[in-house]
């Protein structure tokens, strides 16, 4: 194997605290002959994200997992999202199990007396498959978003999926990502601004009383079940 002089390894160094734009020119440089994905659910920070991505002009595939359970607004946004990056490849990876396999196979409405089961089938397992073709992995995740997220680094090994995980937004503020959304004209979900801080599936997503585009809370998700994440992020879920 042929070694890379010491020199320009050095030069390639990145800190924790480098700003969000060079990291984001560094996972596109430094790893541009991996098997690079973004993942998104098309919420706020995702949508940020997308779009600091685009501007370097490569072309990223960015996976979704379509539960086929999304807000008709999240699939109209896909639609919107997808035209306005041309270069990006936007792929669903979601499951093939239809809702009605899902009900006669597991039960009727499965959210409701088996959440986990359902997101396993519905995200985790196809997760699974989506990353047993990818070396690295860029999320949208934010160490504020929860307790769970707390100790998100930007750059660290995730050990259910086996791949390096890279989560540039890991220090932003939800204030800073709706001004970035806001300044850099970026598509986003018309259901933050109808009190929904983060977008999920429809029978698990409520709206938080008060809620403004500019405000994060996690409580409309699994709200009354003291579910917190779905699994996908090992403790740390979108
Ligand atoms: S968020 Fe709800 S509906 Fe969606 S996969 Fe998980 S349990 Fe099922």
Avoid at 105 to 118: F, I, Q, R, T, V
Avoid at 229 to 235: I, M, Q
Wanted: with cysteine; proline share 6%.
């Amino acid at each position: 194997m042929e070694m890379q002089p010491l020199a320009s390894r050095q030069e390639e160094r990145i800190t924790e605290d480098a700003p969000t734009d060079r990291l984001i020119t560094w996972t596109l440089e430094r790893f541009e002959n991996q098997r690079m994905i973004m993942t998104t659910s098309f919420g706020m920070e995702g949508c940020a994200l997308i779009d600091m991505y685009a501007r370097h002009g490569r072309p990223v595939t960015v996976v979704y997992l379509d539960t086929m359970f999304f807000f008709p607004e999240t699939y109209a946004l896909r639609d919107r999202i997808s035209e306005w990056y041309p270069h990006l490849d936007f792929v669903n990876r979601g499951t093939t199990l239809t809702p009605e396999q899902q009900a006669a196979e597991y039960g009727a409405e499965l959210w409701k007396h088996d959440s986990d089961k359902c997101c396993h089938l519905r995200k985790v397992d196809p997760m699974y498959d989506v990353m047993a073709n990818v070396d690295v992995w860029i999320t949208g995740l934010r160490r504020s978003q929860s307790a769970t997220r707390a100790n998100l680094r930007i750059v660290d090994w995730d050990w259910r999926y086996q791949v390096l995980k890279i989560s540039p937004l890991a220090a932003w503020e939800r204030p800073q990502i709706w001004e970035y959304i806001q300044k850099n004209n970026v598509p986003y979900n018309e259901l933050h601004e109808k009190g929904y801080p983060t977008l999920g599936c429809t029978h698990c997503t409520k709206p938080v009383p008060g809620s403004t585009p500019g405000d994060y809370s996690r409580d409309g998700r699994w709200s009354g079940t003291g579910k917190l994440e779905c699994g996908l992020h090992d403790g740390a879920g979108i």
